[in-house]
């Protein structure tokens, strides 16, 4: 494939013709190992000694991507990130998810109610309704939801060419992302000495006050924890409520069923985050020489586990092209896998059964407006809708 901004179904065929090559193989383009298969993508996450996911030496130098790095869990290896994922998974319990609920309903319908019978759902739900939660939870204005917004979209927005060696291609992307983190860096750091000075009863706030092996977290440390919880905090089901939507105007039978009975819509949400993988594809780092799937690796080689391709290895689903609400046992590896995996997910989920629950109970018909187009995220880098024009008609 040439093209930097394909299609969803040209970028599947894509991947799906990689496995031609086999499920673990070498792309000379990009100078990386593609990784398609369930099983393989599954090694290659469990193991964070073997494939670091510090991914540093790929970057060029740069001030602001350093400081914002030290915080970010993503690129963290234990046990430096056991330590700091430890601090926020208080945030995150069932317990303190589940008492979500009332909230997420109230702000859904509060939502609604403003949207009319024709609206985009990206705009009137899908990005306000996690990003209000999300800045509650840290402590910051929601108020500013629009510059969030802005960042996610600079942040999400890159093009990737995939004839590009991924070295070049990073330092393509830390000039272009940089002045949009210099910014993230600076308003975090205000609102952390705010709240140095007037704690609430925020997560932002706790971490302050949190101790890491008899030690404070610096500032410095919170600004990329803190960030990154907000931008992956709302991107997630952001795209997964846009994502079920159109599943389910694809699949009319499927979304029949969900509306006829309720319970199962939490495993249609599963099958959408299968089918609709929201961040198509992880990258990792060997360490040392390494073996997945009979193909051997040698160290400081990079790998890209393909969720969206995992998702659909029809060794492990069946018919993996269907979408079917009934699918069980549903082993998505979307929200990953190992040490790193998403510790958004309960809310994600949540927010998702919440906000399309009340969808379903609220309009007896959900169309996507014809005479409007919709807008569809690059899919190298998210696979989401970024406007989704719908007409609805009261129950």
Do not use: K
């Not at 999400?156 to 995939?162: A, F, R, Y």
């Not at 002045?179 to 609430?200: K, Q």
């Not at 020489?289 to 690796?297: K, L, Q, S, T």
Request: net charge negative; aromatic share 6%.
């Amino acid at each position: 494939m040439t093209t930097t901004r394909p299609t969803f179904d040209d970028f599947l065929a894509w991947l799906e013709s990689g496995r031609e090559h086999g499920q673990v193989h070498f792309d000379d383009r990009q100078q990386c190992w593609h990784v398609l298969g369930h099983p393989e993508a599954g090694v290659v996450l469990s193991d964070p000694a073997v494939f670091s996911s510090d991914l540093t030496a790929l970057q060029p130098a740069q001030d602001d991507l350093a400081l914002f790095q030290r915080g970010n869990l993503v690129r963290m290896d234990p046990p430096r990130h056991r330590e700091l994922r430890s601090l926020v998974n208080q945030a995150f319990t069932p317990r303190v998810v589940a008492g979500l609920e009332p909230r997420i309903a109230e702000l859904t319908t509060e939502l609604l109610d403003r949207a009319g019978e024709r609206f985009d759902l990206v705009d009137a739900l899908a990005y306000p309704l996690p990003v209000i939660v999300i800045a509650d939870l840290l402590g910051v204005p929601t108020s500013d939801r629009e510059l969030f917004r802005r960042w996610a979209d600079v942040l999400l927005g890159q093009e990737v060419d995939p004839d590009q060696g991924l070295v070049e291609a990073g330092e393509r992307a830390v000039a272009a992302v940089a002045p949009t983190v210099r910014e993230m860096n600076d308003y975090f750091l205000d609102h952390i000495r705010s709240r140095r000075t007037h704690p609430g009863d925020d997560l932002t706030s706790r971490l302050i006050q949190a101790e890491v092996d008899g030690r404070r977290l610096a500032y410095e440390e919170i600004v990329g924890f803190v960030g990154l919880l907000l931008i992956a905090g709302h991107v997630t089901t952001t795209a997964t409520l846009g994502n079920s939507i159109v599943a389910f105007s694809d699949a009319p039978d499927a979304a029949a069923e969900v509306r006829v009975d309720p319970d199962l819509l939490p495993g249609a949400i599963e099958e959408v985050l299968r089918m609709r993988t929201p961040f198509p594809r992880l990258a990792r780092i060997t360490t040392a020489d390494a073996e997945v799937g009979g193909v051997r690796i040698p160290a400081g080689q990079v790998v890209l586990p393909w969720l969206a391709a995992a998702n659909r290895d029809a060794r492990v689903f069946a018919e993996p092209q269907r979408f079917d609400v009934h699918r069980r046992p549903n082993p998505h590896l979307t929200f990953g896998h190992g040490v790193h995996f998403c510790l958004g997910a309960p809310l994600a989920r949540l927010e998702a059964r919440v906000a399309l629950r009340l969808l379903l109970q609220r309009y007896r018909d959900i169309e996507v407006a014809a005479d409007e187009p919709v807008e569809h995220r690059n899919p190298w880098t998210m696979v989401a809708v970024s406007r989704l024009p719908l007409v609805v008609r009261p129950a």
